[in-house]
């Protein structure tokens, strides 16, 4: 078996998740992990797919040429599962809100990753506050702690790193 890591954008209209999901199936590949979402006006699909390394080629090609048809932009890159037996990590969930402002992604991911703390999973989201208008930004994310990661101690620095920046940011255990 082969995995391929897919990613493909364009302009959002019906029919996009159908067409692509077709020339997988169609090639014996089957969508093991999957986002999808609409960023603006355009649809992201960002997929890993399991298949016969005999068929990686043939997909690659169809591929090419249905997302040519639709317009999507896409990437298409053969990659490896991920060795998790080497981890020992400790998955903890990290939300944070506030008043939307540039920077908050880079800050928080700044945090983490200066403490050699892998990010997993980033989502986040933007929406009007009720009554005012006012954009509020959501940041939910997946991290993995490190074997040996003081919990306590790292929790008190982002609560101070969050108090800091005026930020309503949480850390906690995913398990």
Known sequence: MRRVAISA??????????AIAE??????FNIDDS???????EFAILMSVTGADSAVHELEMELCVVCSRLGLAHLFRPTVERD?????????RV??????????????AGFFSGRGIN?????????PAPHTGTPIFDLAM????????????LRSAFEAFCDERNLDGTLDSAS
Request: proline residues 9%.
């Open 119 to 127: 990010i997993d999973d980033l989502h986040t989201e933007t929406q």
């Open 23 to 28: 020339v997988i199936r169609a090639h014996g």
């Open 9 to 18: 954008i364009g302009p959002d209209r019906p029919g996009l998740v159908n």
């Open 95 to 108: 939300r944070v809100r506030a008043m939307d402002h540039p920077g908050i992604v880079h800050e928080v």
């Open 35 to 41: 986002r999808m979402t609409v960023l603006g006006g």
């Open 142 to 153: 997946r991290v993995q702690l490190p074997p040996g990661t003081a919990v306590r101690a």
């Open 84 to 92: 998790r037996t080497k981890e020992n990590a400790l998955p903890y």
